[in-house]
C-alpha cells in the first residue's frame, strides 16, 4: 500500500514520550510507533539504552544489538542529560506537548528527577504517566531491581519450564514482552477514557510481577485448589494429554496435540490405528489420560518413529488433529508461511537495512509503519529546533553535555 492510499494512523496526532531502556517499555512505545503514534525516545548521551550494547549482530561485526533493533523502530531518538536543571527543563517542554509519559527506569529514578506519575499532574496534568516496574509499590521487594529472568524466577514461570529437577527460563523475554504490551494497552484504554468522558491524565503503574501473576494463571490456580505444584514437562502440556513432540523416521521432530475426547478418538483410530487404545478406560477422559500419560506417549512415539515428517502431518491433518513441526529460528526465517503472506519488510538502521516482520495486528486499509531504528540522538537538533530553540543555543548546549 502507497503512502497516498494509506488512511491516517489509528494513533496519528498522539505523542509519547519514553524514558526507557531494555524491552519492557521499549516494547510499550514500539507498539504505540506500530499504530502511528510519534515516540520520543529520550536517552543519556553516555551511552543511551543500555540495550544498545548487548551485542552487535545485526549487519555486524561492529553492527547494532539484537534486542535494540527488534524493539526500538519507528522512533525518534533525542540525547538529553537529565541530571542537568538544563536537560530536566528541556523534558518538561517536550512533555508540554506529550500524550504520555513512559518509563521503566530503576525505582525511585523518576521521583528523583521530579517527574513521577503523581508530580506529573502539577505541570502536566494532561499527561497519561506509565511507570513499569519490577514489583509493583508497597511490597518487601518493591525496590529492588527487576529484570526478566528474575521477574521469571520469583513468579514461578521457571519452575513449570523445562523438565522436573531441570527448570528454565522460556525462551522469548515473556515478562518484559507482556507487561510492555499491558502498558501500551492501558495508554490506549486511558486515551479512549480522556476522548470519551473530556478526561485529564492519568497515572498508570504495571509490573513485571503482576503481569507474569497474570501468566500463570492457570498454573497457580491449579496449585491453589489442588495443593500440587505441578512438574514441568517439556514440550508436553500439564493440562491435556497427548500433547507433546515425538520424533520422527526421518530425524525430524513432530508436535500432535488434542484438546478434547473426540480427537482423542481420532488420533488412536485414524492416525496411529490403536482402536484398542480408544476403547480402553484408562484413556477414557482427558483427566485419565494426563495420569497415564507415559503409557499413550509411548504409544504415539512408536507410531512416528516407523513414518516421516511429511506423512505424519499429512495423516493428522486429513484425521483433523492440530500438528507442527518443531522449528529451530534459522528455519523460520525461511518460513513459507511468512514469505507467502508477504510479511517481511525493509527497516532502515544506521548499520544499513534490514529485514523485520510487521507486527501481528492485519488491519483492513491500514499497514503499520516500519520506520528507522534511530542511532543515539539522531533526532535531537531536530527536536530541540522543533521546540523553539535556536542553532546557537543548542550548540551551547550540546558544548555543556546538557544534549548529544
Not at 518538561?92 to 529514578?109: T, Y
Not at 494497552?185 to 485529564?200: V, Y
Not at 503482576?210 to 490456580?221: F, S
Request: charged letters at 20%; aromatic letters at 6%.
Amino acid at each position: 500500500m502507497n503512502s497516498a492510499q494509506q488512511p491516517a494512523a489509528p494513533l496519528a496526532g498522539i505523542t509519547i514520550v519514553a524514558l526507557e531502556q531494555a524491552v519492557a517499555a521499549p516494547m510499550c512505545t514500539r507498539v504505540l510507533a506500530d499504530f502511528g503514534a510519534r515516540v520520543i525516545k529520550v536517552e543519556n548521551p553516555a551511552g543511551g539504552d543500555f540495550a544498545r550494547h548487548y551485542d552487535d549482530v545485526v549487519n555486524g561485526p561492529g553492527g547494532l544489538a539484537a534486542h535494540f533493533v527488534w524493539a526500538n523502530r519507528n522512533k525518534e531518538s533525542i540525547a538529553l542529560d537529565l541530571k542537568s536543571a538544563e536537560g530536566l527543563e528541556i523534558l518538561h517542554r517536550l512533555l508540554d506537548r506529550a500524550d504520555a509519559l513512559v518509563s521503566n527506569l530503576a525505582p525511585g529514578s523518576t521521583a528523583r528527577l521530579g517527574i513521577s506519575p503523581d508530580q506529573l499532574r502539577e505541570r502536566h496534568p494532561d499527561v497519561i504517566a506509565v511507570e513499569i516496574d519490577g514489583y509493583g509499590a508497597g511490597g518487601p521487594l518493591s525496590n529492588k531491581r527487576a529484570y526478566d529472568l528474575l521477574a521469571q524466577a520469583e513468579s514461578g514461570s521457571c519452575a513449570v519450564t523445562g523438565y522436573p529437577g531441570m527448570p528454565a527460563k522460556p525462551g522469548p523475554p515473556i515478562a518484559d514482552i507482556s507487561t510492555g504490551l499491558y502498558s501500551a494497552l492501558s495508554i490506549m484504554a486511558m486515551l479512549i477514557s480522556r476522548g470519551r468522558r473530556e478526561r485529564r491524565g492519568a497515572a498508570v503503574t504495571v509490573s513485571l510481577f503482576d503481569t507474569m501473576m497474570d501468566l500463570m494463571g492457570y498454573p497457580l490456580t491449579y496449585a491453589q485448589h489442588s495443593g500440587i505444584d505441578q512438574q514441568p514437562l517439556g514440550m508436553n502440556s500439564p493440562a491435556v494429554a497427548p500433547y507433546g513432540s515425538y520424533d520422527t523416521a526421518d530425524h525430524q521432530t513432530v508436535v500432535l496435540g488434542t484438546t478434547n475426547d473426540r480427537e482423542w478418538q481420532r488420533l488412536a483410530r485414524e492416525i496411529i490405528e490403536r482402536p484398542d487404545l480408544a476403547d480402553d478406560p484408562r484413556f477414557a477422559t482427558n483427566s485419565d489420560r494426563v495420569a497415564n500419560r507415559d503409557a499413550l506417549n509411548d504409544a504415539i512415539q512408536n507410531w512416528c518413529a516407523r513414518h516421516d515428517l511429511a506423512h505424519i502431518q499429512k495423516t493428522a491433518d486429513a484425521a483433523g488433529i492440530g500438528n507442527a513441526r518443531y522449528n529451530l529460528p534459522s528455519d523460520v526465517l525461511v518460513h513459507p508461511q511468512l514469505s507467502d503472506r508477504d510479511r517481511w519488510r525493509t527497516v532502515q538502521t544506521t548499520a544499513g537495512p534490514i529485514q523485520a516482520i510487521l507486527p501481528p495486528p492485519i488491519i483492513s486499509d491500514y499497514e503499520q509503519p516500519m520506520g528507522p531504528v534511530p542511532g543515539l540522538g539522531e533526532h535531537t537538533d531536530a527536536l530541540l529546533g522543533e521546540w523553539g530553540l535556536s542553532a546557537n543555543e543548542i550548540q551551547r548546549l550540546r558544548e555543556h553535555g546538557v544534549v548529544a
